[in-house]
């Protein structure tokens, strides 16, 4: 059974920094792209951040851009999102989620979030 | 950028009712389009693939369709399961989502 668990969320302050973490198990984890999406409170979806299956290729929304940095370590099974100048429209709950097999950008499994409060 | 834009935002509906959908580019995506279903406190779930392609475990009155810049998502008859939120999505885009409300 995929299973995806988020960790690390928690309040920071404006400007600060957070290392979200996500365990992978279940599925061969590098054989797929990753991503990180997420929910600010009563919003929609925003797709954040992609790594490919080997961490060559990484791909960021505007938003985020130069800010965040997306990584993986295929030994632990493993997602990480280094987030830095935080900001207070950065709060949300953040999803890690598997790339099907299809298509990279098709997000076949989530995990259930990890929630991140930017507050002073 | 690509922009997606749903319509409606919001559907009332009942059960056994036909919904339908619809989700717009702002430039033509060919069929990489796909569908989630979200339910309140919960992630999202992929229904749907490339358009038209239902993915492995999802009932079959959910069914999608369009290429180019019109797309719609159909389920032919609604359940009390599927109150929910649904978006859509090309790549790194989603739509506004679609509350399918009783």
């Known amino acids: 059974e995929v299973q995806l668990v988020e960790f690390g969320g928690v309040v920071v302050q404006p400007g600060g920094s957070l290392r979200l973490s996500c365990a992978a198990s279940g599925f061969t984890f590098d054989d797929h792209a990753m991503h990180w999406v997420r929910q600010a409170p009563g919003r929609g979806l925003e797709w954040v951040a992609l790594i490919n299956w080997n961490g060559v290729t990484t791909d960021y929304a505007d938003s985020v851009k130069g800010r965040f940095t997306i990584s993986r370590d295929n030994s632990k099974n493993s997602l990480y999102l280094q987030m830095t100048s935080l900001r207070t429209e950065d709060t949300a709950l953040y999803y890690c989620a598997k790339g099907s097999s299809v298509g990279i950008y098709y997000f076949d499994y989530w995990g259930p979030g990890t929630l991140v409060t930017v507050s002073s | 950028d690509i922009q997606l834009t749903q319509s409606p935002s919001f559907l009332s509906a009942s059960v056994g009712d036909r919904v339908t959908i619809t989700c717009r580019a702002s430039?033509?995506?060919?069929?990489?389009l796909a569908w989630y279903q979200q339910k309140p406190g919960k992630a999202p779930n992929l229904l749907i693939y490339a358009a038209s392609t239902l993915q492995s475990g999802v009932p079959s009155r959910f069914s999608g369709s369009g290429s180019g810049t019109e797309f719609t998502l159909t389920i032919s008859s609604l359940q009390p399961e599927d109150f929910a939120t649904y978006y859509c999505q090309q790549r790194g885009t989603f739509g506004q989502g679609t509350k399918v409300e009783i």
């Open positions: 430039q033509a995506i060919s069929s990489y």
